[in-house]
Each structure stands twice: as C-alpha cells, then as structure tokens.
C-alpha cells in the first residue's frame, strides 16, 4: 500500500501533467535505475545500493537532481527526504524552490544531529513551504520561524474514491445498518509503532458487542497477532493484510467506524480518514500535535481521544458502539466535510496557482 507522501506526489503529477512540464525524480528501495511512464508522467526512479535509516543509499540521485534541475523553473520537494535536501544544496539550483512538509523527523534523533544544519538551509532557501493544515505548523519543532513561507493547502480525496462511496451511499439502507448488533471497527495503514495497532487492541478488549479488521501489513504484525491472543480477542480482530481497491472498497462500506489510533506525531495527517468520512463513517482519532486533529473534527465528524490511552479509546468505542444516532450524525458531518473541504481537484489546483506565482516572480 503506497504511503501519504507517494500519493500526494502522485496525485499532483498526474493532475497538473498536461498543464505543466512535469518529471518525477526518485529513488528505487534496492536496484538499477528504471526511467518510464506513469500514466503519462515521466518518472525516474535512480539507482539505489539499499536503505540506511529509510534513507536510499543513491549518489545516482544526486547526479541525476543537478542535471534535472537545471531544466526546471520549480523544484518542488516532499519532505522529510534529507536525501533532496543534499541534492539541492549540492546543485547550486537557482530557480525556486517549493518544500512539501509532511512531517518533522520524530523518530531518527540521531540522524537530526546531522541532518537539522542541512534543514534548516533549506528552509532558509524555500521560496514556499506548503503544509495540509495549520496543524503541521503549530505542532513541527522547526517550521515556525518560517511561518511567513507557509501555505495550507489540504490534500485531497481522489475522484474514485468518492465515485466509490457515492454509489455505497446510494444503496445502503438505514434499515441494514440498523440491523447490526455488533459494531465494526476499522484500521487502514502499516503496522508500524506509531500507528497505535497496539493500544487499539488493548482498547478492543475493553469494549463489548464490537469487532476489528486491521487491514495493511508491516512489521508489527506478527506481535500484534499474539497480543490479540494474549487479550482473549483474537476471534474478534481479523488481519487482512494488504488487499485490493476493490477489497479496501468493500472494508470501508462495511464498516461502522473508522479509527487512527496514531501515537506520534509521524501521523501527519492520515488521508484515509478523509477516504473514510466519504464513505460517511465517524473517526476515532487521536490528539496528536500534527494535522490529525484537523481533518476528522472532534463531535463534528466523530471523536478524538488522548494518543496511547486505551481507556480513552475504549470509551469513545463504546459510545459510538452503543449509539446508532450518533454514529450516522458524525457520519453524515463526515461524508459532507470531504467532499466540500478535501477535494482533489481543489489541491491540484492550488499547487498550480502557487507554481503560477513563483513563476511570475
């Protein structure tokens, strides 16, 4: 399942690809350099030895970042990737300079030591810095000084998703729904620390007529599986792994509530609530200093709880659980807020009016 990061660099490629002169440049995992099309965007993916602390190990990156940049009006970055950072300070690039922040570097601390010098240069060096929601900003350790270069522009639902759910939401019936005595939860993502699987099971095992399906795969699946068995809920909780489109369809329209139980703010923002509310269900959602918070409103759109409080969470299940009324009011404020407030053509359309800006200049 692609990360936020690659579906945002997506969906902005592909959108403005026949309004702009558009080239991704990139890095594989582990491999020789491939050049292609990707439904009708240029893609390069440079040659990479591996990864050292999620970073790929490629000099052919940096290469290829100076002989592209010269091309290129606008140099639009997606960070965190300290790798682009040394790209384009060794470039020497003089045209502008556009910086995607999707979250601050939580996790490699000892990375920071030498990568914070090379940052904050680039954030000197921004000609913009785009962030999804005000959140980003008040919740980053770095970007308030440079909140005058700062522009919300909110990702983006895509079309088909919303085709998806306006055909689901065209043929459920109250009457179905209604009809269910057991509750179900559902988690889309990679089972990774920060995600909170952990805390959500933890929480499952506190709540009653409830059931889970975590769908996505990682690291942390096999500890995650034990615990359920450990907790006495593992006929409760299915682990689907990675699935299809159309598999990940059907777990959103057969689902009661959606729930992001992040723990860190390594959640920057969490698309799949926005994919979730389109199919109009609550979230559950955690109070992270990040833009988590702002995309699924508390008693708005469903409920935020305190990040790696099963009790919490516990609660907030059990409400939306034991209240049906509840659970369509958040889910109708949901399905209408992204619609109107994440639209996919909205953000295309903003990057591109910042493009048009910088160009001018």
């Given at each position: 399942m692609p990360g936020g990061i690659e579906r945002v660099v997506q969906d902005i490629a592909e959108g403005l690809n026949d309004r702009t002169d558009?080239?991704?440049?990139?890095?594989?995992?582990?491999?020789?350099?491939?050049?292609?099309?990707?439904?009708?965007?240029?893609?390069?993916?440079?040659?990479?030895?591996?990864?050292?602390?999620?970073?790929?190990?490629?000099?052919?990156?940096?290469?290829?970042?100076?002989?592209?940049?010269?091309?290129?009006?606008?140099?639009?970055?997606?960070?965190?990737?300290?790798?682009?950072?040394?790209?384009?300070?060794?470039?020497?690039?003089?045209?502008?300079?556009?910086?995607?922040?999707h979250s601050d570097v939580v996790r490699q601390k000892r990375l920071m030591v030498v990568y914070k010098p090379l940052m904050e240069w680039l954030l000197k060096r921004a000609d913009a810095i785009v962030v999804a929601t005000e959140g980003h900003i008040e919740?980053?350790?770095?970007?308030?000084?440079?909140?005058?270069?700062?522009?919300?522009?909110?990702?983006?639902?895509?079309k088909n998703v919303i085709e998806n759910a306006d055909r689901y939401l065209a043929q459920k019936t109250i009457e179905e729904n209604q009809a269910n005595e057991t509750c179900r939860f559902l988690f889309i993502g990679r089972l990774v620390y920060y995600k909170g699987c952990d805390v959500l099971l933890r929480a499952l095992a506190k709540t009653e007529g409830t059931v889970l399906e975590i769908v996505g795969d990682g690291p942390m699946r096999r500890e995650l599986e034990e615990l359920a068995r450990q907790l006495a809920i593992a006929d409760r909780v299915s682990f689907s792994g990675n699935v299809s489109d159309k598999e990940l369809c059907k777990a959103l329209g057969e689902c009661d509530v959606f729930v992001l139980p992040s723990v860190a703010k390594s959640e920057a923002f969490g698309i799949v609530q926005i994919e979730a509310m389109a199919y109009g269900k609550p979230v559950i959602n955690t109070d992270l200093p990040s833009g988590v918070p702002y995309?699924?409103?508390?008693?708005?759109?469903?409920?935020?709880?305190?990040?790696?409080?099963?009790?919490?969470?516990?609660?907030?299940?059990?409400?939306?659980?034991?209240?049906?009324?509840?659970?369509?009011?958040?889910?109708?404020?949901?399905?209408k807020r992204a619609r109107e407030r994440f639209r996919i053509e909205e953000m295309q359309e903003a990057v591109l009016r910042l493009y048009e800006k910088l160009a001018e200049e």
């Open positions: 558009m080239e991704v440049l990139t890095c594989q995992v582990k491999g020789r350099e491939t050049v292609e099309k990707v439904r009708g965007v240029r893609v390069r993916r440079c040659a990479s030895l591996g990864t050292f602390c999620s970073l790929p190990a490629s000099p052919t990156f940096l290469i290829q970042f100076r002989k592209k940049a010269r091309e290129k009006d606008i140099v639009h970055l997606h960070l965190p990737f300290p790798l682009a950072d040394l790209a384009c300070l060794l470039s020497r690039y003089k045209g502008k300079v556009v910086l995607w922040w919740g980053s350790s770095y970007l308030k000084p440079y909140r005058q270069k700062c522009c919300v522009i909110p990702f983006g639902v895509e995309v699924s409103i508390n008693g708005e759109t469903g409920l935020t709880v305190k990040p790696g409080d099963a009790e919490a969470l516990a609660e907030a299940m059990q409400t939306l659980s034991n209240d049906f009324e509840l659970r369509k009011q958040y889910g109708n404020a949901a399905a």
